[in-house]
DNA sequence: TTCCATGTTCCGCA
DNA sequence: TTGCGGAACATGGA
């Protein structure tokens, strides 16, 4: 699920596995998730290059290269991974990107449905920018007053804004899910309709939840038992006031919601 | 077999 | 004109 913990922990794993060793080679298995570089130009960049440095927007992971100074950028889409392994036996089975190491170690971007992408940048700057993409819902300069100034401009549902990218970067479906259980927010509730306690609320929540999951490794099963998350599926109960949890669509998307804890 | 899925983008409508 | 919300996308599992 790879929304902003699950790329933070991605970005945590490739820092500690596959910085400073030398590419020796590359292979591109679904040239068709490059996006703005052809497989030619990936592979030529890659070659020879060590990978010196990692960072993270949102649900973006930026590697930094030493020699060329440009960056691999990643997306993960709904399904893909990273993978840094030796033995074959232990290969993802739906590579998309692989990067082979002089050590012997190999890198690989898994990706099953296609919907990640694979990209090239001068800096994380400038792809952000081109992209359009919010802040990083984490980063410390995304304080209390802009939140309130980005959510109260728009009339979209409370739930289809925090998983805008373009107003936020980092949030998706789950965990737009989880900070609205925990702010007690009906996920319906449309965003300018928020008054400030609640947008307060709802602020310290998102940094709250996004940490607290981080401080998981963004594993469910290691998520507090206060959380939502693990009774999303099926036909759970809120781990609040133990009603049933309901599910709706909102935005094309399902939410899950406890209609006892959140209201509009 | 049909439906659904954690991602973004595109198009129609208000 | 702008922005919202649903459909589409690629793939495979329930």
Same mark, same amino acid.
């Given at each position: 699920?790879?929304?902003?913990?699950? @790329?933070?922990?991605?970005?945590?794993?490739?820092?500690?596995? +596959?910085?400073?060793? %030398?590419? $020796?080679? @590359?292979?591109?298995?679904?040239?068709?998730?490059?996006?703005?570089?052809?497989? *030619? =130009?990936?592979?030529?960049?890659? =070659?020879?290059?060590?990978?010196?440095?990692?960072?993270?927007?949102?649900?973006?992971?930026?590697?930094?290269? +030493?020699?060329?100074?440009?960056?691999?950028?990643?997306? /993960?889409?709904?399904?893909?991974?990273?993978?840094?392994? %030796? &033995?074959?036996? $232990?290969?993802?089975?739906?590579?998309?990107?692989?990067?082979?190491?002089?050590?012997?170690?190999?890198? +690989?971007?898994?990706? *099953?449905? %296609?919907?990640?992408?694979?990209?090239?940048?001068?800096?994380?700057? @400038? /792809?952000?920018?081109?992209?359009?993409?919010?802040?990083?819902?984490?980063?410390?300069? /995304?304080?209390?007053?802009?939140?309130?100034?980005?959510?109260?401009? #728009?009339?979209?549902?409370?739930?289809?804004?925090?998983?805008?990218?373009? /107003?936020?970067?980092?949030?998706?479906? @789950?965990?737009?899910?989880?900070?609205?259980?925990?702010?007690?927010?009906?996920?319906?509730? !449309?965003?300018?309709?928020?008054?400030?306690?609640?947008?307060? #609320?709802?602020?310290?929540?998102?940094?709250?939840?996004?940490?607290?999951?981080?401080?998981? !490794?963004?594993?469910?099963?290691?998520?507090?038992?206060?959380?939502?998350?693990?009774?999303?599926?099926?036909?759970?109960?809120?781990?609040?006031?133990?009603? &049933?949890?309901?599910?709706? %669509?909102?935005?094309?998307? #399902? +939410?899950?919601?406890?209609?006892?804890?959140?209201?509009?």
């Amino acid at each position: 699920m790879p929304e902003l913990p699950d @790329v933070e922990i991605f970005k945590q794993y490739l820092s500690s596995t +596959a910085l400073h060793k %030398k590419i $020796r080679s @590359v292979d591109i298995h679904s040239a068709e998730m490059l996006k703005g570089v052809t497989a *030619q =130009k990936l592979k030529k960049t890659l =070659k020879g290059e060590r990978f010196i440095s990692t960072r993270r927007h949102g649900k973006h992971l930026f590697v930094e290269m +030493a020699e060329s100074k440009k960056w691999l950028v990643l997306h /993960f889409g709904m399904t893909g991974f990273l993978k840094y392994f %030796k &033995n074959t036996a $232990r290969e993802p089975a739906h590579e998309r990107l692989l990067i082979h190491f002089s050590n012997g170690y190999r890198l +690989a971007y898994d990706c *099953q449905r %296609k919907l990640g992408e694979i990209a090239l940048t001068d800096a994380p700057e @400038v /792809f952000i920018q081109e992209k359009e993409l919010g802040p990083d819902a984490l980063e410390p300069d /995304f304080n209390v007053d802009r939140f309130k100034e980005t959510l109260k401009k #728009t009339r979209a549902m409370i739930k289809s804004a925090l998983m805008n990218q373009k /107003f936020i970067a980092g949030i998706g479906n @789950v965990y737009s899910d989880e900070i609205l259980f925990q702010a007690g927010i009906h996920p319906e509730t !449309r965003s300018s309709e928020l008054d400030e306690d609640a947008l307060t #609320t709802l602020y310290s929540q998102t940094k709250r939840v996004l940490r607290t999951a981080i401080d998981a !490794r963004a594993d469910p099963d290691h998520l507090p038992s206060t959380f939502i998350i693990p009774h999303r599926h099926g036909h759970g109960t809120c781990p609040k006031c133990k009603n &049933n949890i309901e599910k709706i %669509k909102v935005g094309g998307r #399902t +939410a899950y919601y406890c209609p006892q804890c959140q209201k509009g």
